[in-house]
């Protein structure tokens, strides 16, 4: 399993220091969709809990559901040594080091014993181009839970040359004049969208999360070209 994707250090989408700033711009309702994750979670976990973040760069998803509770311990995993720096210094400034480890690596790096409650994948798996190879991805997180622990999958979805996401791209062009995204980041994100991003229908989303071992699959975000899942480890 290669499970190659956009190197976030040498080739980033966005640089790692505009990630969250970039993201508030260019994802709709991008902070939204972290307190939906925090609520899927919340809604089936208990008050303590072990969960694995997997592409944690940026430390977002980290601090949100860190922050909101007290007892949740997280690993954090991303092989991106810039975003995992922006991390640790937010993890710091929240004071929830003592919860949270950060591994750089990929997830197959990490031990394949069953010991999270829940997992989370936000914007990552579209960077991985091959089937086989995301199927693979949701595999090995699947490999790591408890059974009927949750997976929370955010990704970009949609048939790349679809008259649908043809559509979805011109209203995100219009959403993006309007939340003042600088052009030069239009165009670099579209550039990057057309390269580096590899989304797939929801069909075969949920087809490849039951192939893994997930089932009762729940679509709690959709913000125009990115949707948000929650699943269940059968
Ligand atoms: C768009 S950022 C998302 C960061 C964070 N989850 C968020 O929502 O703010 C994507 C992150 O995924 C990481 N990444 C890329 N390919 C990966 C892979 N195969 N496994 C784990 N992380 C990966 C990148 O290094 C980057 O930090």
Redesign the pocket.
């Known amino acids: 399993m290669s499970?190659?994707?956009?190197?976030?250090?040498i080739n980033?989408?966005?640089t790692?220091d505009e990630?969250?700033q970039t993201?508030r711009l260019a994802l709709p309702g991008?902070e939204l969709?972290?307190t939906f994750v925090l609520a899927c979670l919340r809604s089936c976990l208990p008050e303590t809990a072990n969960l694995l973040?997997?592409?944690?760069?940026?430390?977002?998803?980290l601090v949100h559901l860190g922050q909101s509770n007290h007892q949740w311990q997280f690993l954090g995993?991303?092989?991106?040594k810039?975003?995992?720096a922006i991390?640790q210094k937010k993890i710091a400034q929240h004071q929830l080091s003592q919860r949270i480890q950060l591994v750089q690596?990929?997830?197959q790096d990490l031990q394949n014993d069953a010991i999270y409650d829940a997992a989370?994948?936000?914007?990552?798996?579209h960077?991985?181009s091959n089937e086989d190879?995301k199927l693979a991805?949701l595999q090995e997180i699947a490999r790591r839970l408890k059974t009927s622990a949750p997976l929370i999958l955010?990704d970009v979805f949609g048939i790349k040359g679809s008259a649908e996401l043809e559509k979805i791209m011109a209203i995100l062009h219009t959403y993006w004049q309007e939340t003042g995204l600088p052009v030069d980041k239009q165009k670099q994100l579209l550039e990057n969208f057309k390269n580096a991003v590899y989304p797939l229908s929801e069909t075969k989303l949920l087809a490849l999360l039951q192939q893994a071992g997930f089932s009762s699959v729940t679509r709690f975000y959709t913000g125009l070209w990115v949707g948000g899942w929650m699943a269940f480890k059968a």
Not at 120 to 125: D, E
């Open positions: 499970q190659k994707t956009i190197d976030f250090d980033p989408s966005i790692a990630y969250e993201a991008y969709m972290h973040v997997v592409g944690a760069g940026g430390g977002m998803e995993i991303d092989p991106s810039k975003m995992l991390a690596g990929y997830i989370t994948s936000i914007l990552v798996m960077f991985i190879d991805f955010v």
